[in-house]
């Protein structure tokens, strides 16, 4: 599969130290980790974070195997379909323990370099924490602020997902837009066409 295209002109620093921002009209990925590109057969967000603040000497082991080697394919190249146009927000809970720096560190030492490239600037990095909410609302609130329309897909898993439809029935997304994978075994090839079929459009 195609290796990951970098963005120069998105990863460079301007002047102020503010990173370039990507066109609003380029779709957008919301992503989960945990159970999603993160299987936890190794290592998890708590190994990621210790090794990116120096706390492991297996550091490179870490990085290189913190994500499912099939999900992260996926994703790279995903990113080579769209010729790197695309934004990406983290609805994942290691939103909670990392900042947006510090994910994006992750990422780049772990083969994920075009998706930390492509996080969304500003608060729109991630969704919103809504303690005693679902994911659901978490996303659906994002949307409300900062949609305009540009064509969207929400990967997440079985269980942080399905925790919605049963705290909050009714509130919901379009389901052609949700591409939900199985706890421990993560994105899958089969899902690939319902990605990029919500990729395509509106």
Not at 33 to 55: F, M, P, S
Not at 167 to 180: H, K, N, Q, S, Y
Request: glycine share 6%; proline share 5%; aromatic share 8%.
């Amino acid at each position: 599969m195609a290796k990951c295209a970098h963005l120069d002109r998105l990863a460079a620093d301007v002047e102020h130290g503010e990173t370039l921002e990507a066109p609003r009209h380029w779709p957008l990925v919301f992503l989960d980790l945990d159970d999603v590109v993160a299987v936890n057969e190794h290592y998890g967000g708590l190994d990621a974070l210790d090794a990116i603040r120096g706390k492991r000497i297996d550091a490179d082991l870490v990085f290189e195997r913190l994500w499912s080697p099939m999900a992260r394919e996926i994703l790279v190249d995903l990113h080579a379909r769209h010729q790197g146009h695309l934004r990406w927000v983290i609805s994942s809970t290691w939103r909670l323990n990392f900042t947006r720096a510090q994910l994006q560190e992750v990422m780049r030492r772990s083969g994920l370099a075009c998706v930390a490239d492509g996080i969304e600037p500003k608060e729109r990095w991630s969704t919103p924490h809504f303690p005693g909410l679902t994911r659901c609302h978490e996303v659906l609130d994002w949307l409300r602020k900062h949609h305009r329309g540009e064509p969207y897909v929400i990967l997440d898993d079985v269980y942080s997902w399905g925790r919605s439809a049963y705290i909050a029935p009714g509130v919901e997304v379009p389901r052609t837009r949700l591409v939900l994978c199985e706890e421990w075994i993560g994105l899958q090839l089969r899902h690939w066409p319902r990605i990029v079929a919500a990729l395509s459009k509106p």
